[in-house]
Structure formats: structure tokens, C-alpha cells
């Protein structure tokens, strides 16, 4: 029993390093996603869905770089980074929920578990996209 649960805290600790890897791309791949099952479910097939979620994904990403480097002060670059980071943060509690269904028997210490997990992505995918822009010469 310690051996499964010393497992599932390493395995939640390398999915959280992974989630902050892919947190600033957590937003893009939502809308994607869903761009991509709206146009299934209007009919436009598999490839024209995907498509249309690989169109919207790349716009979305594209208008978070557009407005990253048109911003200079730094509350409105905090707002859209928030904006951007909320969904790493949902993504990170989902993470950790899914890992630690089978592992933790307690719904409280699960939850518990999630909300710092969920937190500690939503906070680094926040300081990684709020980082100020370094200065070019």
C-alpha cells in the first residue's frame, strides 16, 4: 500500500511538471478542441473538424503572442495571462483527479490533493506567461 501511494505522489508530481510545460497551451488546445467538435457536429467530417480545430488553436495561440507583444504595462498582460492560465489550472485539478481516483481512498484528502495540484499549475502557468518580456537590443 505505501509502495502504490509513494507511486502516485511521483506520478502526480511528473504530471504536474508536465501540465506546467504545456500550460500556456492549455487555452489554444480547448478552444481547438472545441472548434473541432462543433464542426462534427455540423457536419463537416473528421478531417474538416480537424482541421477547423487546428485553425482555431493556432489563432488563439497566435492572438495571445499578438497581444503579449503589443502589451507593455503589466496589469493588462496579468489580466490576459490570467485569462490564458485559468484553464491550466482547471486541467491541472482534472490531472490530479485522474491519478489519484484509485490511489486515495479519502474524497477529502482527494480533493485536497487536487486543489493544491490544480493551484500549483494554475500559478506557474501564470508566472510563466506574466513573465515580463526580456529587453531586445
Known amino acids: 500500500m505505501i509502495a502504490v501511494m509513494l507511486m502516485s505522489v511521483a506520478l502526480i508530481a511528473g504530471l504536474c511538471v508536465l501540465a506546467y510545460m504545456l500550460g500556456v497551451y492549455a487555452l489554444p488546445f480547448m478552444l481547438g478542441v472545441e472548434a473541432a467538435r462543433f464542426a462534427y457536429g455540423t457536419g463537416s467530417g ?8 487546428l485553425v482555431a488553436g493556432a489563432a488563439a495561440y497566435g492572438l495571445l503572442v499578438f497581444v503579449f507583444a503589443s502589451l507593455r504595462s503589466p496589469i493588462p498582460r496579468l489580466i ?10 482547471i486541467a491541472g485539478y482534472a ?43
Open 95 to 137: 490531472l490530479v483527479h485522474g491519478v489519484t481516483r484509485e490511489a486515495v481512498p479519502s474524497e477529502v484528502w482527494r480533493q485536497i490533493f487536487c486543489i493544491i495540484g490544480g493551484g500549483f499549475v494554475g500559478v506557474s502557468a501564470l508566472m510563466r506567461l506574466a513573465a515580463p518580456m526580456p529587453q531586445q537590443t
Open 80 to 89: 490576459v495571462a490570467l485569462v490564458f492560465a485559468a484553464p491550466a489550472t
Open 46 to 53: 473528421l478531417i474538416g473538424a480537424g482541421l477547423v480545430g
